[in-house]
């Protein structure tokens, strides 16, 4: 619970006892790599914290799966559209490692943001800042070239080129592996 702590002490210190209750409603989990930790059809209850591992998140099909998304160490994720509305998500979550998180339920964090005045504020932060990154990544996805988004990918996320599967990186910037393939020889 310590990574959870400090991630909100960056943002705003904490009175102990606001620390208290918010920890309260945090439980630990562990998902065994490639574990599926969203299904698609499901409706997303719990908000988590990835204290160690890699989330992908991608739309399921039978010839290929399209990845959107990924989750590191000390970074909160859910299905979050699914979260919000209550309604069935579109899209899975997926251990690519094995991955340690806290989670919270929907009606316990409802419970937090009415009851201390710091969940209330790191609520919104937190969803702010995922917002900010959605809107970037779209942007990116209709201003720039497959390559520019790859290059990019060195600069601005380079956990992304290190610990995730080529497959999965195409995917993550719309081209096929083998189009991927022609760009890193470019590049080398």
């Known amino acids: ?46 908000l988590f914290f990835v204290e160690t591992g890699i989330v992908r998140f991608y739309i399921p099909h039978d010839e290929n799966e399209l990845t959107f998304n990924f ?6 994720t859910c299905a979050y559209n699914s979260f919000l509305t209550r309604t069935p998500s579109e899209y899975e979550l997926q251990a690519l490692a094995e991955t340690v998180v806290w ?6 964090l409802q419970k937090v ?6 969940g209330n504020y790191l609520g919104r932060f937190v969803s702010e800042k995922l917002f900010l990154q959605k809107s970037k ?7 720039h070239t497959a390559k520019e988004r790859y290059l990019n990918l060195f600069n601005e996320q380079p956990d992304i080129l290190k610990f995730i599967p080529l497959k999965y990186v195409a995917s993550y910037i719309g081209i096929t592996p083998q189009a991927l393939s022609r760009i890193r020889r470019q590049i080398a």
């Open 71 to 76: 989750c590191f160490d000390k970074e909160f």
């Open 1 to 46: 619970m310590g990574h959870i702590r400090e991630y909100y002490e960056r943002i705003i210190k904490l009175q102990e006892t606001e620390w208290e209750f918010i920890a309260s409603h945090f439980d630990r989990r562990l998902f065994a790599k490639n574990e599926v930790i969203t299904q698609r059809g499901e409706t997303e209850n719990y």
């Open 113 to 118: 943001y009415a009851e201390t005045k710091a």
């Open 137 to 143: 990544r779209e942007l990116s996805l209709l201003k």
């Open 103 to 108: 989670q919270i339920s929907y009606d316990d």
